[in-house]
């Protein structure tokens, strides 16, 4: 992509062979103000997803993206804020009130982040914000202009005809909400400018995000590596008159020992009969002696999602009962794995998921008939996992390699009062896969092993 400082785009409207300029040099950001240590993820990182993204542009055609502004939480308080992961995607930059404007015009793409300026009374309290130096050492993006120029230059732009396409990121759940900025913005355009042409591009960056780079790759290695950690300790602690938050607080302290100070998403920490209940959020009660615990529960790194999900027994060991429940949902787990490969599609893997499940409380006398499978198997096998956890990315396209996702087989008998599911997270390779969360102790042999080792210890 050739490159066109924001500074030189007034002359590029006038004069379009003036002004170019080359991909910015790479350089590493080490980590200030809130951006995490990654070795890989510099500004080459963020040009070169802004590059793929362009490529998909035309003549006359601008993408824009908004970080975000923190959601109110109560009277004077903010929820903390997230930024947007298609902006952070495409720029590395975490904080609010930021604009990304890519354009395209005669095979040059310029780019500019559009920064509300400082505010010295608000900084006293939230913080400062990135000097344009840093701005451009994280994302690489030299042109870098106040936000409050934003609607002149997209006036000058789009009154002009300079741009006839206005790309936008209605994301899958925009329609859902009651208030979505993009949407809000696609409605002022295109009453001011009823010949511009309003196009999504969330199917584009869905696209890009669900291969992942080798610098993605690499930092959900790293938080695979503390989630182990944080599993790893929930087991060693876990006994029975535990409340369940106890269990949380043993995580998220392993995570902060590593440097984390957020979870991927909120844990679900659920014993016994509140299995049932998929995203539990309420772990305030006690583990009993012979109940199973169930911990779904992820870390971050570098801003990128793990989530796995492993079940141990309250008092370390398992029953009979519940040994063969979890042997059925481990042979599904692998069997799944087993057939992950370049060319293969999703709901094959779920099919996969499914039938291994049948054929195990079929054998157990629970089921006579695959159309009733569901009646004991509640959700999916698989989704993408990535900047998000459940990451973007579609399902009707085959396998490719480089995609990272779950492999995660789940097995409800209300009746026994059991429930587990067993989670991992797979990187698909070139004729297979590569199980990124095999060091996390699985089998009941290993679960049993850690916990009993531990309890031993403790006496």
């Not at 993820?41 to 793929?52: G, H, P």
């Not at 989630?227 to 409340?243: D, F």
């Amino acid at each position: 992509m050739r490159v066109l400082s924001w500074k030189g785009m007034s002359a590029l409207c006038a004069n379009p062979s003036s002004s170019r300029v080359s991909e910015p040099t790479n350089s590493t950001y080490y980590g200030k103000f809130g951006q995490s240590k990654g070795e890989k993820m510099d500004r080459s990182f963020y040009s070169e997803n802004r590059r793929k993204a362009a490529v998909h542009m035309t003549d006359g055609d601008a993408m824009l993206f908004f970080s975000g502004e923190s959601v109110q939480k109560s009277a004077d308080e903010d929820f903390p804020f997230f930024t947007n992961r298609n902006f952070l995607y495409l720029t590395g930059i975490q904080q609010e009130q930021f604009a990304l404007l890519l354009l395209k015009k005669d095979d040059l793409t310029s780019e500019c982040l559009f920064v509300a300026k400082p505010d010295l009374e608000r900084e006293i309290w939230t913080g400062r914000r990135f000097t344009e130096e840093e701005i451009n050492e994280i994302s690489g993006v030299e042109g870098v202009e106040d936000i409050d120029s934003l609607n002149g230059t997209l006036d000058e732009l789009l009154s002009s005809q300079t741009v006839m396409t206005l790309w936008l990121c209605f994301d899958a759940h925009a329609l859902e909400r009651s208030f979505d900025v993009e949407r809000e913005f696609a409605k002022h355009i295109q009453n001011r400018y009823p010949h511009i042409v309003i196009r999504n591009s969330y199917p584009l960056l869905a696209a890009l995000r669900k291969i992942k780079a080798p610098a993605e790759i690499d930092a959900i290695r790293k938080a695979m590596q503390i989630t182990e950690a944080g599993i790893r300790r929930m087991m060693q602690a876990a006994k029975p008159g535990m409340l369940e938050y106890e269990l949380e607080a043993e995580f998220n302290s392993e995570l902060a020992a590593h440097g984390q100070r957020r979870t991927a998403f909120p844990s679900i920490l659920a014993g016994g009969e509140r299995i049932f209940y998929l995203h539990y959020a309420n772990p305030m009660s006690v583990l009993a002696d012979g109940e199973l615990i169930l911990s779904d529960v992820g870390s971050t790194y570098d801003e990128y999602c793990t989530d796995i999900s492993r079940v141990f027994p309250a008092n370390g060991h398992f029953s009979e009962r519940q040994a063969q429940i979890y042997r059925i949902a481990f042979a599904a787990n692998r069997a799944v794995m087993a057939q992950a490969r370049p060319g293969v599609f999703f709901p094959q893997l779920n099919r996969t998921c499914r039938e291994v499940s049948f054929e195990g409380l079929k054998a157990l006398g629970l089921l006579d008939d695959f159309a009733d499978v569901r009646r004991y198997v509640w959700h999916g096998a698989v989704h993408h996992v990535g900047l998000d956890t459940h990451d973007v990315g579609g399902y009707e396209e085959p396998i490719a390699e480089n995609m990272v996702f779950t492999v995660d087989a789940g097995i409800y008998v209300r009746e026994w009062g059991i429930g587990l599911r067993i989670e991992d997270n797979i990187l698909v390779t070139a004729d297979g896969c590569e199980n990124l969360s095999t060091a996390i102790p699985t089998t009941m042999e290993e679960i049993e092993s850690l916990m009993n080792y531990n309890h031993e210890k403790r006496k």
